[in-house]
């Protein structure tokens, strides 16, 4: 298995505050050392990161949008855009406005 870097953006249905943020970071995936979440200002946007072992770039775009599923069950709102990377390539995944 490889290791990849898994992506993610998404919206919120309402703007969160850094403690907001915080407490996502607190319930998604606790265990996770790699996870981080961090939101941008004035655009309404959070982005999470984290490591992952798959087989293949598609295996691990397949456990990025399992993530972005979680994170939107503890913070509904759109999930805008799932990456995948590797040490050579990587696969994107957008939503379609």
Do not use: N, Y
């Amino acid at each position: 298995m490889d290791t990849f870097t898994l992506f993610l953006v998404l919206r919120a249905e309402r703007p969160l505050d850094d403690a907001a943020v915080d407490a996502l970071g607190a319930v998604l995936r606790p265990g996770d050392d790699d996870l981080r979440i961090w939101r941008e200002d004035g655009r309404g946007l959070i982005r999470v990161s984290t490591e992952c072992a798959a087989e293949d770039l598609d295996a691990a775009l397949e456990l990025g949008h399992d993530l972005g599923s979680e994170a939107l069950a503890a913070c509904p709102g759109a999930l805008l855009e799932v990456s995948a990377l590797g040490d050579e390539d990587s696969l994107v995944w957008r939503s379609v406005p």
